[in-house]
């Protein structure tokens, strides 16, 4: 049993920062692959970031260049640096962990999410 609690979302200007918070607790932590998904109202939720088995790491096209993912394995913290917003970011922000091998296509446990918004 794993829980995943984010922080860290509100709302921003276009061009604006953001950094997101993932705490996570429970059985085995540091044994599984830690990523960020996200869905905004009407779409699918789909994949932002995420790490994945060896420690590769993966982006969506649309947030290459200006999304940072990154864990704090002794503070069991999955965090996501979010810089030159988008409107288009808008979402609800989940964290997600998956077990070996990572395949991410039906993540194990999930968290509440973490509302950004980007807007003038």
């Known amino acids: 049993w794993v829980q995943l609690v984010e922080s860290g979302g509100g709302a921003v200007q276009p061009g604006g920062s953001l950094r997101l918070s993932c705490a996570a607790s429970g059985d085995a932590i540091n044994t599984y692959c830690m990523g960020w998904f996200r869905q905004a109202p009407g779409q699918e939720r789909g994949g932002v970031a995420r790490?994945?088995?060896?420690?590769?790491?993966s982006y969506a096209d649309v947030v290459k260049g200006r999304f940072i993912i990154s864990r704090d394995a002794a503070k069991n913290t999955l965090y996501l640096q979010m810089n030159n917003l988008k409107p288009e970011d808008t979402a609800m922000y989940y964290c997600?962990?998956?077990?070996?091998?990572?395949?991410?296509?039906?993540?194990?446990?999930w968290g509440r999410g973490t509302q950004v918004i980007v807007s003038s």
């Open positions: 790490f994945q088995i060896g420690g590769t790491l």
């Open positions: 997600a962990v998956d077990q070996w091998p990572c395949t991410w296509a039906t993540p194990k446990y």
